[in-house]
């Protein structure tokens, strides 16, 4: 079992920055990779950004590859979303996202809401 807890959202103007902050605990030693994913309003959930755990080799969704930036510091079993440059559209509920175990489980947390105004 992985438990993550995200924190660091909040509102922004147009063109700010935050830093999202995810903390897990529990069977860290079995986490394959750790992401971030977002979910607008009235649209589905999406991927930010995935970090490997084994090599810290990172996959972005192309569209935020250029303003965000995803990190670790796997002694204290943190995962960050440092974002740049925020417009309006990127505003939406952010998910900590941990794939674990044999299984290959997915687990989730319980999401920050980022709110960009114009």
């Known amino acids: 079992q992985v438990q993550l807890v995200e924190s660091g959202g909040g509102l922004v103007q147009n063109g700010g920055s935050l830093r999202l902050s995810c903390a897990a605990s529990?069977?860290?030693?079995?986490?394959?990779?750790m992401g971030w994913y977002r979910q607008p309003p009235g649209k589905q959930r999406e991927l930010v950004a995935v970090i490997f755990t084994n090599d810290n080799s990172t996959h972005y969704e192309d569209s935020m590859k250029a303003r965000f930036t995803i990190s670790s510091d796997n002694r204290k079993s943190m995962v960050y979303l440092q974002m740049n440059s925020l417009r309006p559209d990127d505003t939406a509920v952010y998910y900590c996202n941990a794939v674990a175990g044999m299984d290959m489980r997915g687990y989730w947390g319980q999401g920050t809401q980022v709110t960009v105004s114009s």
């Open positions: 529990g069977t860290i030693s079995s986490i394959y990779a």
